[in-house]
């Protein structure tokens, strides 16, 4: 269960909900990969920018629930950072 906010060039982009359960084995790393609702507007302006410079700033903020056995607690999420865009 997630519940994201993401922000590209620090304007808000749009929200990433993940309802269903994952699982992760310990001490690993995963990708999960989730839809984004987006609107058309913030689509269409980081389009023109990626046009000017193919970095982009994306910044992520939310919650995610995870747990063990049952008891399950809402960690915060915080990621900043640039990536590069093919268009």
Known sequence: ??????????????????????SIPARDSVAIPVAVQASIGSIVNTGIQLMKNPEVMVKIAGT????????????????????????
Request: hydrophobic share 40%; net charge positive.
């Open 1 to 22: 269960d997630a519940d994201l906010d993401i922000f590209l060039n620090n304007r808000p982009a749009g929200k990433a909900v993940l309802d269903q359960r994952v």
């Open 64 to 87: 995610v629930r995870a747990g063990r056995g049952g008891v399950f607690v809402r960690v915060p999420v915080r990621y900043e950072g640039k990536q590069k865009v093919q268009l």
